[in-house]
Antibody, heavy 120, light 110 residues
Framework: EVQLVQSGAEVKKAGESLKISCKGS????????IAWVRQMPGKGLEWMGV????????RYSPSFQGQVTISGDKSISTAYLQWSSLKASDSAMYYC?????????????WGQGTTVTVSS | QSVLTQPPSASGTPGQRVTISCSGS????????VNWYQQLPETAPKLLIY???QRPSGVPDRFSGSKSGTSASLAISGLQSEDEADYYC???????????FGGGTKLTVL
């Protein structure tokens, strides 16, 4: 079964660092992009950026460039999303998702989501 | 403010047909494929329609997508109570060099 499994919920304080993960299985992890999508409480979906685990090519939405870092470790089929200094406004649900084929295509596999809560 | 514009809400009674619109521009919908996602309460989004009008395996044919110019639409026929969810359109934007989502439409089945 093709699936993405994300790390568990996090509760942090403003200013702390954080790295959440997304582990792929059931498919060739290095052959598909992995995207990160943010959903703030009661709000819509926002595309943050993507990584191609095969060569670590990474692209960011202009809204998130410089705010987060997307990385991956193909040896363990895992993608990461990290913050160096969290803000209360980073409190949200974060999903990883796999585009069907290329970067522009629909995302047909989604992780279960990781809730990040940041207190000020 | 989302790059793609959707109505915030839509509603219908069981059995009815409803449509949800998604308006964009020449840098996104006008030149790229549109995808639609369904998000049931407290769950991860699910790909509902891809490449403007294709249904993934397992998605009922009650759901259909279309596109014309810089606008796209999702149609749901034979509305069922389990269709009550948030629906999002998405596409690539050539100016922003990334995926953009609509603000989402909350569908209520009356």
């Amino acid at each position: 079964e093709v699936q993405l499994v994300q790390s568990g919920a996090e509760v942090k304080k403003a200013g702390e660092s954080l790295k959440i993960s997304c582990k792929g299985s059931g498919y060739s992890f290095t052959s598909y992009w992995i995207a990160w999508v943010r959903q703030m409480p009661g709000k819509g979906l926002e595309w943050m950026g993507v990584i191609y685990p095969g060569d670590s090519d990474t692209r960011y939405s202009p809204s998130f460039q410089g705010q987060v870092t997307i990385s991956g470790d193909k040896s363990i089929s895992t993608a990461y999303l990290q913050w160096s200094s969290l803000k209360a406004s980073d409190s949200a649900m974060y999903y990883c998702a796999r585009p069907k084929t290329g970067i522009r295509y629909g995302m047909d596999v989604w992780g279960q989501g990781t809730t990040v809560t940041v207190s000020s | 403010q989302s790059v793609l514009t959707q109505p915030p809400s839509a509603s219908g009674t069981p059995g009815q047909r409803v449509t949800i619109s998604c308006s964009g521009s020449s840098s996104n919908i006008g030149t790229n494929i549109v995808n639609w996602y369904q998000q049931l309460p407290e769950t991860a989004p699910k790909l509902l329609i891809y490449s403007d009008n294709q249904r993934p395996s397992g998605v009922p044919d009650r759901f259909s997508g279309s596109k014309s110019g810089t606008s796209a639409s999702l149609a749901i026929s034979g509305l069922q109570s389990e269709d009550e969810a948030d629906y999002y359109c998405a596409t690539w934007d050539d100016s922003l060099n990334g995926v953009v989502f609509g603000g989402g439409t909350k569908l209520t089945v009356l």
